[in-house]
Every structure is written in C-alpha cells, then in structure tokens.
C-alpha cells in the first residue's frame, strides 16, 4: 500500500489508528537472509518492486513471490521459466504466465489504466521483447497500442499507422539486425521514442550489438536506447513519461 492509501483506510474506518501506525514504523525493507524485499520502493518512486525471476532457486522464488503479494496484493516477475510458473502455482493459484513474453504476475483487478503508449516491433520475432515492454506498461497503468511487424525493410507498414503511432505519449520501438526503426520514427514523431535493440539477426548483428550501435548513433532527435532484450527498462521508463504526459 502506499502512504495515501493507508491515510484513506484510516479515513473511512478500514484501518485503525494503531494499525496505521504500525504501517509507518516498519522498516523501509524487509530482510529475509539471501533477499532484501524493498517495501517501500512504491512510496518512493511510485512503482512497487519487480522481480527478476531467471536463476533464482525455487525456495527463493516461492517466498519472495508469496511475501510480496501478501504486501502489495499483486506481484509482477520477468523473464520466469514455465517450470517457475508451475512452482508458484502452488502457492498463488490465480498467477498468470505469458509464454511469449516470460512474465509471471498476478494484478490487482478493475485497475485504472491512462493516457497511451505505442510499442512498435520491426519484426516478429522481435515481439518477445516488445510484450515485456507492453505488459510492463500495463501492469503500472498504462493504456498499451501494439503495432507489430513495421519494420523498415517495408517501411510502407510503418506508415499505413502511422496516426496511432504520433497519437501517444512515447513510442517504443524494438528492433534487431540493423536496428534502423528506431530512427524513423524518431523522425516521423513529436514524441520521445525509448529504443530497444534485440538479440535478433543473423552472424553480424553481435546477438544484438549492431542495433544497440545504431540506436545510440542515431541521427533522429527524441531517442534514448535501454539495453538488448531490456524491455522491462523501455516499459518502465515508458509509464513514467506517459504519467508526466497525463498529468
């Protein structure tokens, strides 16, 4: 919960004074030996914590996943494995697993969702990525347009949406091989675009090097690069900008 919801508790008789104030002599993490959960990372920053699934050990997965939904009501965990879907199954029987994009997350329902951010993919095999991204954004809020397989090589996609593109907030656009999406719509809209280069593409793509050079070398105003395959980071950063957008 963050600070104003519990004050609101209080207000209409939900919580107790005493309960209230227990809340707010807590510490601002709780330590659990191999993990500090960061419980007041959504007072400080607006964004509850996230975890990253791959490598944790199944123990470990199981009570970071059940402390933090019994904390916050929801929990949103990247790049998890089918085998760690069915681990905190057991404990959370109404979790969610994408198979495409990896996230393992259950959400708090009737959540309120605004202003709009496009997610763009050159390719389609580039939609793994760019479904963190978009989910990503959703879970925090946002309202997400997917547009899929525009990439340059017929760029006449790209334009053929272009009014759904230059209507929202930010744009992300995730790209392997050359990584040349991001310029051109870096070029075609008022809005800041977040770059996501992928892993995707043959021998000399560097499992993703070559687009990330493109897009920090780009020539286009208004585009800022997270790192390869980081579509969490590019969805992040996207639900901050579309917050400041709104407001």
Do not use: W
């Not at 490598?55 to 998890?80: M, P």
């Not at 999406?181 to 996501?196: E, H, N, Q, W, Y």
């Amino acid at each position: 919960m963050e600070a104003k919801e519990v004050l609101e508790k209080v207000k209409t008789g939900e919580l107790s004074v005493e309960e209230a104030e227990l809340y707010f002599k807590r510490k601002p993490f709780e330590d659990i030996g191999y993990a500090k959960l960061d419980t007041y990372r959504e007072i400080r920053s607006g964004y509850p914590e996230v975890v990253y699934c791959s490598g944790k050990a199944d123990e470990h997965l199981l009570n970071i996943y059940g402390r933090l939904y019994k904390q916050n009501g929801e929990v949103f965990g990247t790049r998890a494995s089918l085998e760690q879907y069915e681990t905190v199954k057991k404990i959370i029987p109404d979790i969610q697993y994408d198979s495409i994009s990896r996230i393992l997350k259950i959400e708090k329902s009737g959540k309120e969702k605004i202003g709009n951010v496009a997610v763009c993919t050159a390719g389609t095999a580039d939609i793994p990525v760019a479904e963190e991204a978009a989910q990503t954004a959703e879970y925090f809020g946002n309202n997400v347009t997917r547009i899929f397989d525009v990439g340059v090589s017929g760029i006449h996609r790209l334009l053929s949406n272009l009014n759904e593109i230059q209507s929202a907030n930010c744009v992300i656009a995730a790209a392997g091989m050359e990584g040349a999406l991001a310029s051109v719509i870096g070029g075609l809209v008022d809005k800041p675009v977040i770059a996501v280069p992928t892993s995707v593409g043959y021998g000399a793509s560097m499992h993703g090097l070559s687009a990330l050079l493109t897009m920090i070398n780009s020539c286009a105003n208004g585009i800022s690069v997270v790192n390869i395959d980081n579509g969490y980071g590019a969805g992040y950063i996207a639900s901050q900008i579309n917050r400041l957008a709104v407001k």
